[in-house]
């Protein structure tokens, strides 16, 4: 495929280090804000007015009626036919209480509160706005020029041009076969919170739990949030919703949201443990870097993720987009030779009031021989302190070992969650006020009650297919 990359300018060290939130920026057809959501940047033709005169067609289905919930089971199950070739009338309720926009309760809020509306005000109150995951895809593949840094180790390396690093090649989805259910120890998105119990928690069976207590377990505004722009980034209940995009594309369930498996080997394995570790997650969504030549793909992980402005990258998401890239690749049966580019897409904590300011794209290139390098700040119980660790391996193997020894019996899991107090994991008063407990905390105190009262939380309320 020849080059058609126009030369870049040369990028600075300075650029990324002062990088802030941009808007959207030049070299894609910037789509505008959806006049009836607001905060959505529609990338596509749509059915309003707005749209019809910019582009003189329309979708019948857009964001919005996806907003206002207007499908219905029938559209959700020709999405579950042309995915699965069958129609699983349980996997139809699933899909369609997954994709409906509900009413809630909301720690903090009184009565019920809309998803969607938790969206609205969030990205009002914050000033930010987003599209979807094939307007991503676009951009990645216009001429807009982003920096991408290497990953290895902390610092960062050799910051190059995106456009001068595609030199040619093209952003594509990735499909990803389905996969079989079975049985892991870790969840990858466990990394992000240095404290165990935080990691154990992303294990447990909320909807289980609370048959069994009868306080209300309620999530986090947040994390509601969070879940919604996924939603209406990645997911639709319709089959033909990209259709006017591109006929050739895959359906967007084939390569978003799509369940992987990482296998990390145990090589030091101690008397009861596995051969390997097993890893479990969803990645946001997966996209291959090409020129047609597979010897030369590079697999990437894009991941929809808020946090705090700043230049250095939370190691944790880059841990988790390569862990989600090797399990893609793995899913595949594949090995991309020429690495991974992790792809995160940031809303940030502050914006202002009323603005509309397009998230930050961040991209690391990790080479197979780096996907070690990445360092996290590990909590060790039994040195009562943090220690810099690395090695996907010995990652995963401590945590295994550290979530064996908490749960082992009630003395551990309480002294482990006393220890994670006195370092102040629960409460970071470095993060805006609303982010500063703990969002577990309520789940925290109620598992520790029950272990309290001699509860094996491990049997009761791990997932299905956690083991440990
Ligand atoms: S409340 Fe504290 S101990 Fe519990 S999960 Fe959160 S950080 Fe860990």
């Not at 699983?88 to 019920?112: A, H, M, S």
């Not at 443990?273 to 291959?288: K, N, R, Y």
């Not at 590079?298 to 700043?310: A, E, F, L």
Request: with cysteine; net charge positive.
């Amino acid at each position: 495929m020849a080059s058609t990359v126009r030369s870049a300018p040369k990028p600075r060290l300075e650029d990324y280090l002062l990088q802030t939130a941009s808007r959207i920026p030049p070299g894609v057809t910037s789509p505008d804000c959806c006049p009836t959501l607001g905060f959505w940047r529609c990338g596509w033709k749509r059915k309003c007015e707005l749209s019809k005169k910019q582009t003189g067609k329309k979708l019948e289905k857009c964001a919005v009626d996806f907003a206002n919930n207007n499908f219905t089971r029938e559209d959700v199950a020709k999405v579950i036919e042309a995915r699965d070739g069958s129609i699983n009338l349980r996997t139809l309720d699933e899909l369609y209480q997954q994709l409906i926009f509900k009413k809630i309760r909301v720690q903090g809020y009184n009565g019920l509160v809309g998803e969607l509306e938790l969206v609205k005000e969030d990205c009002h109150k914050q000033g930010y706005s987003f599209g979807s995951v094939e307007l991503d895809r676009q951009i990645l593949n216009s001429s807009t020029d982003e920096l991408i840094y290497e990953i290895a180790g902390r610092k960062i390396h050799n910051v190059r041009s995106w456009l001068g690093f595609k030199n040619g090649k093209f952003v594509f989805p990735l499909p990803l076969p389905k996969q079989e259910p079975r049985e892991y120890h870790l969840r990858a998105s466990g990394f992000t919170n240095t404290c165990h119990l935080a990691r154990i928690i992303g294990k447990i069976d909320r909807d289980a739990l609370q048959k069994d207590i009868i306080e209300e377990i309620m999530p986090n505004k947040y994390s509601v949030i969070g879940t919604t722009r996924h939603k209406l980034a990645n997911q639709r209940p319709w089959v033909d919703y990209l259709r006017e995009t591109s006929d050739r594309l895959p359906k967007i369930w084939d390569y978003c949201e799509n369940e992987i498996f990482c296998e990390i080997k145990n090589t030091d394995r101690k008397k009861g443990e596995p051969d390997e570790i097993v890893l479990s997650g969803h990645g946001d969504a997966s996209f291959v870097l090409t020129d047609g030549n597979p010897d030369r793909d590079i697999i990437i992980n894009t991941d929809y993720k808020r946090g705090k402005r700043g230049a250095y990258e939370k190691p944790a998401y880059i841990l988790r987009g390569i862990i989600y890239a090797l399990g893609a690749a793995n899913a595949l049966g594949r090995e991309f030779k020429k690495g991974i580019v992790v792809h995160l897409v940031k809303r940030f904590f502050h914006g202002e009031e009323g603005d509309r300011i397009f998230p930050k794209y961040y991209l690391g290139y990790a080479s197979p021989e780096n996907y070690d390098s990445v360092t996290l700040d590990e909590f060790d119980a039994a040195k009562k302190r943090i220690v810099q660790a690395s090695g996907l391996e010995n990652l995963a193997v401590s945590t295994y070992r550290m979530e064996k020894i908490i749960l082992e019996n009630k003395e551990n899991f309480l002294a482990y969650k006393d220890l994670a107090q006195q370092q102040k994991f629960c409460f970071d008063a470095d993060m805006p006020e609303e982010f500063r407990e703990c969002f577990n905390s309520d789940l925290c105190r109620i598992l520790a009650q029950l272990v309290l009262k001699g509860v094996d939380i491990e049997k009761r309320y791990f997932l299905p297919g956690v083991v440990i």
